[in-house]
């Protein structure tokens, strides 16, 4: 049996960071829609370009190319997905329910991560993370041990992502709240969804994940 989970909360909920964890503990895949988009925009494609300004403005990529994206991932098959910040739109969480349909998948759980809305400000403007490995870092609540070296693979490539400022992040919230945020009530209706506590510190709420995958 594979599991296959959607982690849903705003930006700065932590999504990325449980996934991480989730990867190392059980052995599933992260798929994050953003990282593919980031990965798209440097590799210099057309698509790459239409989607750089989009994504630094803080607002939401077409569905068609964030469902294409999936699509492909999910032919590759595998032992079982995280979805991470996607699906954002009822039209993305549809297609996703067709695609899982149609290579025999299920969907296990909708982990909401709640969190509230002065954290997450806090939490986006002090981010930054690696570019070799991927390690995710924050200036107030996770500093590197030595300043500009990555703890987990040594490399000085640390980054801040370009839309990580207070101008995009209050367009990105609202992308939330417009779009994404119905989904809750969705995934409720299909009786898929669990909330954590998404303010907990880092390990609690993997607790409270594996908890929630374990059905205890
Ligand atoms: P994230 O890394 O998940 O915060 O995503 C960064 C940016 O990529 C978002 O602000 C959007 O511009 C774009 N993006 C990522 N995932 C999606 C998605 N599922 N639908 C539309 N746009 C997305």
Request: proline share 3%; hydrophobic share 35%.
């Amino acid at each position: 049996m594979t599991t296959n989970i959607i982690l849903l909360g705003p930006p700065g909920a932590g999504k990325g960071t449980q996934a991480r964890k989730l990867e190392e503990g059980r052995g599933l895949m992260q798929l994050s829609t953003g990282d593919m988009l980031r990965a798209a925009r440097t590799s210099g494609t057309e698509m790459g370009q239409r989607v750089a300004e989009v994504m630094d403005r803080g607002e939401l990529v077409t569905d068609e190319i964030v469902i294409g994206l999936i699509r492909e991932k999910l032919a590759e098959g595998g032992n079982g997905f995280i979805f991470d910040g996607f699906p954002r739109t009822l039209a993305q969480a549809d297609a996703l329910g067709a695609l899982l349909d149609e290579t025999g998948m299920t969907l296990d759980s909708v982990i909401e991560m709640r969190v509230d809305d002065e954290a997450l400000v806090r939490r986006i403007t002090g981010r930054f993370t690696c570019g070799n490995c991927g390690e995710v870092y924050h200036d107030d609540t996770k500093p590197t041990a030595k300043p500009g070296i990555c703890d987990v693979c040594g490399s000085d490539d640390l980054k801040r992502r370009a839309d990580d400022n207070e101008d995009s992040l209050k367009t990105r919230l609202l992308e939330y709240y417009k779009k994404t945020s119905p989904l809750i009530g969705y995934y409720y209706a299909k009786d898929k969804l669990a909330p954590v506590d998404g303010l907990a510190e880092i390990d609690e709420v993997a607790r409270q994940i594996s908890a929630v995958l374990d059905g205890k």
